[in-house]
């Protein structure tokens, strides 16, 4: 079994600071994709940030220059760090990994969700 253990949301006022890590333990080949989604209330899931095992990311534009994602392949983290955050920021954000547990199968996992809540 493979787990996300996410941390780092909070609340923070507008302009702020915060930085989110989510570590994957389990039965681990090798992470391939990491990278965090985010659900404001009443909306959908939507795609923040996403990273390659080989550095390559995709990076909703919202967040572009303000968000930088950055992962340990060693320790299978991957972390988000949000920078001039602003109030359309507030979500429950959540881990997302594609991983590869053997040499067969490749497996997508969701981390529990961690809340951001940015004041005005």
Do not use: H
Not at 74 to 99: G, R
């Amino acid at each position: 079994q493979v787990q996300l253990v996410e941390s780092g949301g909070g609340l923070v006022q507008g302009g702020g600071s915060l930085r989110l890590s989510c570590a994957a333990s389990g039965r681990i080949f090798r992470p391939n994709v990491m990278g965090w989604y985010r659900q404001a209330p009443g909306k959908q899931r939507e795609l923040v940030a996403t990273m390659a095992s080989n550095g390559a990311t995709d990076i909703a534009d919202s967040v572009k220059g303000r968000f930088i994602i950055s992962r340990d392949n060693v320790k299978n983290t991957v972390y988000l760090q949000m920078n001039s955050l602003k109030p359309e920021d507030t979500a429950v954000y959540y881990c997302n990994a594609l991983i590869r547990v053997n040499i067969f199968n490749e497996n997508r996992y969701w981390g529990q969700g961690t809340q951001v809540t940015v004041s005005s």
